[in-house]
């Protein structure tokens, strides 16, 4: 009942459209009554005008939209309708409405009742949307049966030509451009007026009437067993016989259901090509006239039988519906298609978005390490005049560390030669022990100097460790530049090998600066040695000579022997020895 209200509404719908003067999608409510009653005349349908007349009940006296109209075309008229009304004059109805306003003027190469049929295969075939339109498939689909049907060859070129110059802004042809498209003769040329008729008619028998197969066959009678020429016509579950094709004079009905069944026979009484029809009460004896058509009738007859036992439709209803839905799934892959190249799109736009934030991120990190490599290098670079500023300051400090030795050879020398002039008169040096001590004092100095220069020494070298260390973990947190930085750090690696050698440079001097240390500390126990004989005599003369030493850093404490003569243990030793002394006096 679904498919007959939809059939229906698409010959409707050209009416409605065909009231709607002005293309307002309105239709004055006087004009849906006379088209809601004409509808229920030809629909065989009850008129209930008070019906019509609550519905259409209100101050509003303007025109009814489409949407506004079809609940009382569903409710008061395709809900009721059964199927016992003539098609054919329910299409007329409707076309007879629309036509004048739509056919186009121009000449044509068909009649207007040949337009109408094309009108109602239009509206077999066209899709189940409005506004209504035929897709190409399903012109291709009617231009192939009605070249069949006139015995012409399909051009399959001249079709795939006219697709090309179709406009792409349309999805299909409406009823009235197919009619043009036909009637305009463009894929029939060659063909007269009544060929073309004749194909139109035989397309419609079979799509609109549901005409399996007709033509002419003899059939015996029941009575008076006398064979007579008939027009056969087999529809999906009945066989109609005419007494000619213009199916005007009907003599009679063959019901087929699915327990009947056809079957060939033998030749016999003079009558070939014979086949039988077995129905529940009734046989019929039929004769076709060759074997081709006797063949081809049994066949038709034994499908359609076969159709009524499956229960299925038409086989044009039933390539129609395929067709849809073959279209209905295409569109939905198409539509899926179209969604996941949507979703594709916005994924790739998502990942180019992200690729830009990576590349930004990567350019940032890349100024980034610019700069730090840009700071990193200025460090380096400070650190280099740092270091050649504190190896400029050592070798300051060498060279007046050996002024001062040399200084300090000058006045030993000096004190030799006065001890030389003074050794007669001083034998014994008592306070030789003190000397040594304050020599082993000097050399104590000394050694917190050289102490001073290692801790420097490791110093530099702790900074050094630690620049490397620094060079080494910027290396590692960069190692997707370290192709780019590798000539950088070779170069660094070059900087810190000339530094490592100016540190060893500066051990090796520091070494020869020991050495020289050690000279000078042997030269001062041999002046001890030599000088043990007088000390104690330069003791009674107290500061007739005193030596020339190096004092201490510690705070010095001043006796009668001068500044830094003893230390704070030897002081305190000596005036131990002089309490002694004093107590046991």
Known sequence: MGGLKDELLKAIWHAFTALDLDRSGKVSKSQLKVLSHNLCTVLKVPHDPVALEEHFRDDDEGPVSNQGYMPYLNKFILEKVQDNFDKIEFNRMCWTLCVKKNLTKSPLLITEDDAFKVWVIFNFLSEDKYPL??????????????????GGGWQQEQFEHYKINFDDNKDGLSAWELIELIGNGQFSKGMDRQTVSMAINEVFNELILDVLKQGYMMKKGHKRKNWTERWFVLKPNIISYYVSEDLKDKKGDIMLDENCCVESLPDKDGKKCLFLIKCFDKTFEISASDKKKKQEWIQAIHSTIHLLKLGSP?????????????????????????????????????????????????????????????????????????????????????????????????????????????????????????????????????????????????????????????????????????????????????????????????????????????????????????????????????????????????????????????TQAELEEREKSWKEKKTTD
Do not use: C
Request: net charge negative.
């Open 314 to 566: 038409p086989p044009h209803k039933e390539a129609r519906q395929r067709r849809k839905e073959l279209r209905r799934k295409l569109l939905a892959e198409q539509e899926e298609l179209e969604r996941q190249m949507k979703e594709l799109q916005a994924a790739n736009e998502n990942k180019q978005q992200e690729l830009e934030s990576v590349r930004k991120k990567l350019e940032e990190a890349a100024s980034r390490a610019a700069d730090e490599e840009k700071k990193r290098l200025q460090t380096q670079v400070e650190l280099q005049t740092r270091f050649s500023t504190e190896l400029e300051r050592e070798k300051l400090i060498r060279q007046q560390m050996e002024e001062q030795v040399a200084q300090k050879s000058s006045e030993l020398e000096q004190y030799l030669q006065r001890v030389r002039e003074l050794e007669d008169m001083y034998l014994k040096l008592q306070e030789a022990l003190e000397d040594e001590r304050q020599a082993r004092q000097d050399e104590e100095t000394v050694r917190k100097l050289q102490a001073r220069l290692l801790e420097e020494e490791s110093s530099k070298r702790a900074e050094l460790e630690k620049w490397h260390l620094a060079q080494q973990q910027a290396i590692q947190t960069t190692e997707a530049e370290k192709q780019e930085l590798e000539q950088q750090r070779v170069l660094k690696e070059q900087a810190l090998q000339e530094a490592m050698a100016q540190l060893e440079q500066l051990e090796l001097e520091r070494k020869q600066a020991l050495e020289q240390y050690e000279g000078v500390k042997r030269k001062l126990e041999m002046a001890t040695n030599t000088t043990k004989s007088w000390k104690d005599k330069v003791a009674h003369h107290e500061g007739l000579i005193r030596l020339i030493e190096p004092g201490s850093k510690n705070p010095h404490l001043i006796t009668n022997w001068g500044p830094a003569a003893f």
């Open 133 to 150: 339109i035929i897709v190409p498939e399903e012109i291709e689909y009617l231009l192939k049966k009605l070249t069949e049907a006139m």
